[in-house]
Nanobody, 123 residues
């Protein structure tokens, strides 16, 4: 059974940092890309980063470039999202997801999803 479990969310002041973790099981971790997504109330889901465990390629949209860093510990089947300089507009439920594909992971269709972790940034 495929499982993705996020942790590390919470309440932080603007300018602060959080590190999210995504622990994966039930599939061959090295063959998949892991993506982080977020969804705020009333807004569409947004991809905030991804990493391909096959070739290490990364993706960040402009909204988080330079503030968020994704990394993977393949030995522990865990992907991290380090979020620095957080802004109130980063407030959302953050999800990790897994996908297989070729090319940049930003274009993958993600099949497996975690339950999400709430991140709230106060002003």
């Amino acid at each position: 059974e495929v499982q993705l479990v996020e942790s590390g969310g919470g309440l932080v002041q603007a300018g602060g940092s959080l590190r999210l973790s995504c622990s994966a099981s039930g599939f061959t971790f090295d063959d998949y890309a892991i993506g982080w997504f977020r969804q705020a109330p009333g807004k569409e889901r947004e991809r905030v980063s991804c990493i391909s465990n096959r070739d290490g390629r990364l993706y960040y949209p402009d909204s988080v470039e330079g503030r968020f860093t994704i990394s993977s510990d393949n030995a522990k089947n865990t992907v991290f999202l380090q979020m620095n300089s957080l802004k109130p507009e980063d407030t959302a439920v953050y999800y990790c997801a897994a996908a297989r594909g070729v090319g940049p992971c930003g274009f993958y269709v993600y099949s497996y999803w975690g339950q999400g972790t709430q991140v709230t940034v106060s002003s």
